[in-house]
């Protein structure tokens, strides 16, 4: 052999052994269960670890930069220290730092420190890989807490328990000590030493930010909890009683008028009493009820704007009652939409896990129903001025690790209307890298005799005074639908593929979730491949792409699209994405009396071009912009034009605890030469964090709409500028996510042809109060 060759067997050689070695080592940690050790005392959540307080615990340390990065050596040293009380599970970070000066921290709220120096665990209390629980901590003690679902593949910070934390910055880096009540947890208990799946994990943001954590991640393993370490003991452990009983106070007093009125002020008064009941039944099964509830949102939704589109707006929910382990009702299908609720004088949810088990209901009237209508062309929002009952039920059984299989039933009813859903479902592992979720869904529905006329122009009498919404709600009987729906992954360290079916006949409706469209099946395929790097400028790079068909039950076809993408990840936590698509699909219908597609809409043919852009430069700045030019149908005219829109957004931070959020969505629209519209949204919040517990914020909102009427087909259903603008100073003092003091102030008011000012039509003042009173 010559020497090529040999250096060639040479190289192969060296990297097979490392391949093996790195292996062994993954396979070691994997398997190393770490004790907890019981103490018999509390300790002190000061911030500040002392060694005698610590001495009896068990010492981790992280090994590994786990993102951007495979698995290397991390630049800085962590260790934590673990134990536990029986009733409380103790945990003490020493984040080591050469240049301290550089750890960022912030003064924030709740939840909103994600970009910081950050410390935590991922705890599985089932060890069952389905749910955990996570706990992050800046270096100023300041709480992060949500819950990871890996049947659904979805994060969310709603949830809020109450815990303790404390830290501090030293001058080897920070400290952070934290005290997780175990009654916050669903877990098993029982005699004997328990096992939890648990991952101990650092943020590190400098010029890159990096994940380290005390396990090392296999990107060969989609499933990501599956992953996680274990620790072991709780023999004694006991939830206890777990009951929290929580008053709450609202008062307020606002007014509005009616501009195409008399615009007369109209005075309105809040004086409401109520009470939460938050019980842990048993360790594995949670009770919360509600009466008399104040269901009002104390912080403003993000604005969004709302210009040709057909489709209704999806705001988050926020209301806590509703928050509370709303994972335990996740299905493929939005088919639990709690904002559909919005004036309830009672509510009640259980939820649980027992053994393969887990499981929950909920139960709520509503003074009114509100839901959507939803189409293939679009979607509205209807109202049935009738007090409802709204019912959720899920459950579902783990076979196995590999295997689950859950059932949805939610029900709607007021007096001449209703809305029952039934559906199943289930998820298989069939290895690491595949995934195949299935669901199936059945519903049966009655709407009121009347309701299509909410939506005609004029009682449908002529064909031009009919909608979409009016042809899906004109029905005489109760009537019935299905959907379902496939989902195929397959995800590797390098490569990733994906197929999707998915079938919403016309009959189906889902009215206590968040179901848009019907009457349309789509397929798509789609995958990518993706590059890393490490000591280079540059940490990630994937290219990926789909295909997708759309087409009424009739086998019409609605809509045809391919796209590609790039996406770029790189230093000062940047990250770069170019995307092409070209699109064929209809626009409205000609005649809005049918719903026909073939031969009553024209299809139109866009292509289009948009990028991402963020980056954060140093810890006080962080810029984002979207981007997008190309074709776009002008529903209002049902023509094709040409769409411009950038949203770009800044958050600055001035200090400690000053930080001003300031996002701008710029659209615009030429039709034909011509300008057809300008649209510009402005939402600026701007938020000075006193101490852990306080905050001011004000929220200002203000977007402006110019239209070119002359280049409308029917200018006169169009105003040629509305103007709209919210403003809202909150005070807020959170001794835990239970008891809480708001006091605030907010206006808004609108401007339009008919109104040549902007003009104050609300404004209120508001004070809430609640109080947790825990056993």
Same mark, same amino acid.
């Given at each position: 052999?010559?020497?090529?060759?040999?250096?060639?067997?040479?190289?192969?050689?060296?990297?097979?052994?490392?391949?093996?070695?790195?292996?062994?080592?993954?396979?070691?940690?994997?398997?190393?269960?770490?004790?907890?050790?019981?103490?018999?005392?509390?300790?002190?959540?000061?911030?500040?670890?002392?060694?005698?307080?610590?001495?009896?615990?068990?010492?981790?340390?992280?090994?590994?930069?786990?993102?951007?990065?495979?698995?290397?050596?991390?630049?800085?040293?962590?260790?934590?220290?673990?134990?536990?009380?029986?009733?409380?599970?103790?945990?003490?970070?020493?984040?080591?730092?050469?240049?301290?000066?550089?750890?960022?921290?912030?003064?924030?709220?709740?939840?909103?420190?994600?970009?910081?120096?950050?410390?935590?665990?991922?705890?599985?209390?089932?060890?069952?890989?389905?749910?955990?629980?996570?706990?992050? $901590?800046?270096?100023?003690?300041?709480?992060?807490?949500?819950?990871?679902?890996?049947?659904?593949?979805?994060?969310?910070?709603?949830?809020?328990?109450?815990?303790?934390?404390?830290?501090?910055?030293?001058?080897?880096?920070?400290?952070?000590?934290?005290?997780?009540?175990?009654?916050?947890?669903?877990?098993?208990?029982?005699?004997?030493?328990?096992?939890?799946?648990?991952?101990? $994990?650092?943020?590190?943001?400098?010029?890159?930010?990096?994940?380290?954590?005390?396990?090392?991640?296999?990107?060969?393993?989609?499933?990501?909890?599956?992953?996680?370490?274990?620790?072991?003991?709780?023999?004694?452990?006991?939830?206890?009683?777990?009951?929290?009983?929580?008053?709450?106070? $609202?008062?307020?007093?606002?007014?509005?008028?009616?501009?195409?009125?008399?615009?007369?002020?109209?005075?309105?008064?809040?004086?409401?009493?109520?009470?939460?009941?938050?019980?842990?039944?048993?360790?594995?099964?949670?009770?919360?009820?509600?009466?008399?509830?104040?269901?009002?949102?104390?912080?403003?939704?993000?604005?969004?704007?709302?210009?040709?589109?057909?489709?209704?707006?999806?705001?988050?929910?926020?209301?806590?009652?509703?928050?509370?382990?709303?994972?335990?009702?996740?299905?493929?299908?939005?088919?639990?939409?709690?904002?559909?609720?919005?004036?309830?004088?009672?509510?009640?949810?259980?939820?649980?896990?027992?053994?393969?088990?887990?499981?929950?209901?909920?139960?709520? &009237?509503?003074?009114?129903?509100?839901? !959507?209508?939803?189409?293939?062309?679009?979607?509205?929002?209807?109202?049935?001025?009738?007090?409802?009952?709204?019912?959720?039920?899920?459950?579902?059984?783990?076979?196995?690790?590999? !295997?689950?299989?859950?059932?949805?039933?939610?029900?709607?009813?007021?007096?001449?209307?209703?809305?029952?859903?039934?559906?199943?479902?289930?998820?298989?592992?069939?290895?690491?890298?595949?995934?195949?979720?299935?669901?199936?869904?059945?519903?049966?529905?009655?709407?009121?005799?009347?309701?299509?006329?909410?939506?005609?122009?004029?009682?449908?009498?002529?064909?031009?005074?009919?909608?979409?919404?009016?042809?899906?709600?004109?029905?005489?009987?109760?009537?019935?639908?299905?959907?379902?729906?496939?989902?195929?992954?397959?995800?590797?360290?390098?490569?990733?593929?994906?197929?999707?079916?998915?079938?919403?006949?016309?009959?189906?409706?889902?009215?206590?979730?968040?179901?848009?469209?019907?009457?349309?099946?789509?397929?798509?395929?789609?995958?990518?491949?993706?590059?890393?790097?490490?000591?280079?400028?540059?940490?990630?790079?994937?290219?990926?792409?789909?295909?997708?068909?759309?087409?009424?039950?009739?086998?019409?076809?609605?809509?045809?699209?391919?796209?590609?993408?790039?996406?770029?990840?790189?230093?000062?936590?940047?990250?770069?994405?170019?995307?092409?698509?070209?699109?064929?699909?209809?626009? !409205?219908?000609?005649?809005?009396?049918?719903?026909?597609?073939?031969?009553?809409?024209?299809?139109?043919?866009?292509?289009?071009?948009?990028?991402?852009?963020?980056?954060?430069?140093?810890?006080?700045?962080?810029?984002?912009?979207?981007?997008?030019?190309?074709?776009?149908?002008?529903?209002?005219?049902?023509?094709?034009?040409?769409?411009?829109?950038?949203?770009?957004?800044?958050?600055?931070?001035?200090?400690?605890?000053?930080?001003?959020?300031?996002?701008?969505?710029?659209?615009?629209?030429?039709?034909?030469?011509?300008?057809?519209?300008?649209?510009?949204?402005?939402?600026?919040?701007?938020?000075?964090?006193?101490?852990?517990?306080? =905050?001011?914020?004000?929220? =200002?909102?203000?977007?402006?709409?110019?239209?070119?009427?002359?280049?409308?087909?029917?200018?006169?259903?169009?105003?040629?500028?509305?103007?709209?603008?919210?403003?809202?100073?909150?005070?807020?003092?959170?001794?835990?996510?239970?008891?809480?003091?708001?006091?605030?102030?907010?206006?808004?008011?609108?401007?339009?042809?008919?109104?040549?000012?902007?003009?104050?039509?609300?404004?209120?003042?508001?004070?809430?109060?609640?109080?947790?009173?825990? &056993?």
């Amino acid at each position: 052999m010559n020497k090529t060759t040999w250096n060639g067997i040479l190289h192969m050689a060296v990297i097979v052994c490392g391949l093996a070695f790195s292996y062994s080592l993954f396979a070691q940690n994997l398997d190393k269960t770490y004790q907890v050790p019981v103490i018999k005392t509390d300790v002190n959540i000061d911030g500040i670890i002392h060694q005698e307080e610590w001495a009896q615990a068990e010492t981790i340390t992280l090994d590994y930069v786990t993102r951007p990065y495979e698995n290397t050596t991390p630049p800085v040293k962590t260790e934590v220290k673990i134990m536990e009380s029986g009733d409380t599970l103790y945990l003490a970070f020493t984040a080591f730092d050469p240049k301290p000066n550089d750890i960022r921290a912030f003064y924030r709220d709740r939840d909103k420190v994600w970009s910081n120096d950050l410390i935590g665990v991922k705890l599985d209390p089932f060890n069952d890989s389905r749910l955990a629980y996570q706990f992050f $901590v800046n270096p100023y003690g300041i709480q992060m807490d949500s819950i990871e679902n890996e049947m659904t593949k979805e994060e969310s910070d709603s949830w809020d328990a109450i815990w303790e934390s404390k830290g501090r910055i030293t001058q080897q880096g920070f400290e952070v000590e934290i005290a997780l009540p175990l009654r916050i947890f669903n877990f098993s208990e029982g005699k004997g030493a328990k096992t939890w799946g648990a991952e101990f $994990v650092r943020f590190y943001p400098r010029e890159t930010r990096l994940r380290i954590s005390n396990i090392p991640y296999d990107r060969n393993n989609a499933c990501t909890l599956c992953q996680l370490g274990e620790i072991e003991g709780f023999e004694d452990a006991k939830q206890g009683k777990n009951l929290a009983l929580i008053p709450t106070l $609202v008062v307020g007093k606002g007014r509005s008028r009616d501009l195409d009125e008399s615009r007369i002020w109209d005075d309105s008064n809040t004086n409401e009493v109520g009470i939460d009941v938050n019980w842990g039944v048993t360790p594995e099964i949670s009770l919360q009820a509600t009466i008399n509830p104040d269901f009002s949102q104390v912080e403003s939704d993000a604005a969004q704007l709302s210009i040709n589109n057909t489709f209704a707006l999806f705001f988050d929910e926020k209301r806590p009652f509703f928050l509370e382990n709303a994972d335990y009702f996740s299905t493929n299908y939005n088919l639990v939409y709690t904002r559909n609720i919005g004036a309830p004088d009672y509510g009640a949810k259980v939820t649980g896990r027992v053994d393969d088990h887990t499981f929950g209901v909920f139960i709520a &009237n509503d003074e009114n129903a509100t839901f !959507l209508v939803p189409g293939n062309l679009g979607s509205s929002i209807a109202t049935i001025e009738e007090e409802s009952i709204n019912v959720a039920l899920r459950y579902r059984y783990d076979v196995s690790d590999d !295997l689950s299989f859950g059932l949805i039933n939610t029900f709607r009813s007021a007096d001449h209307y209703h809305n029952y859903v039934l559906g199943f479902d289930t998820k298989y592992a069939i290895t690491h890298q595949d995934t195949l979720r299935i669901q199936w869904v059945g519903s049966d529905t009655e709407y009121p005799d009347t309701l299509f006329k909410d939506f005609c122009d004029d009682n449908c009498q002529v064909k031009d005074d009919f909608s979409e919404a009016a042809m899906r709600t004109k029905e005489e009987d109760s009537f019935q639908g299905i959907a379902y729906q496939l989902n195929y992954r397959h995800e590797e360290r390098d490569w990733f593929f994906r197929y999707d079916h998915y079938a919403k006949r016309d009959g189906f409706r889902a009215d206590l979730g968040f179901v848009s469209s019907i009457d349309k099946t789509t397929d798509v395929i789609g995958g990518g491949y993706i590059w890393y790097a490490e000591d280079s400028w540059w940490n990630e790079f994937e290219i990926s792409g789909d295909w997708d068909i759309h087409h009424t039950d009739n086998g019409e076809l609605l809509e045809k699209e391919s796209q590609i993408q790039f996406l770029l990840q790189a230093g000062m936590q940047s990250s770069f994405e170019l995307g092409f698509e070209t699109r064929d699909r209809v626009g !409205l219908r000609h005649d809005r009396s049918i719903l026909a597609i073939d031969n009553n809409t024209t299809l139109f043919h866009e292509d289009t071009i948009w990028t991402y852009f963020d980056f954060r430069p140093s810890s006080s700045v962080y810029f984002e912009t979207f981007a997008r030019y190309g074709d776009r149908i002008d529903f209002v005219n049902n023509r094709l034009g040409k769409e411009w829109t950038v949203e770009p957004n800044i958050t600055l931070s001035l200090g400690e605890h000053f930080e001003i959020d300031i996002e701008h969505v710029y659209s615009s629209m030429d039709v034909e030469g011509e300008r057809l519209y300008t649209a510009n949204l402005t939402d600026a919040r701007l938020s000075y964090q006193i101490d852990q517990r306080q =905050l001011i914020r004000l929220i =200002l909102v203000y977007s402006d709409i110019e239209r070119n009427k002359a280049n409308y087909l029917d200018p006169n259903d169009i105003d040629a500028r509305s103007t709209d603008f919210g403003a809202q100073l909150l005070y807020s003092y959170k001794l835990n996510p239970l008891t809480k003091f708001f006091v605030g102030y907010s206006s808004s008011g609108f401007e339009d042809d008919n109104v040549p000012n902007l003009t104050i039509t609300e404004q209120s003042i508001f004070m809430k109060l609640s109080y947790a009173w825990l &056993n």
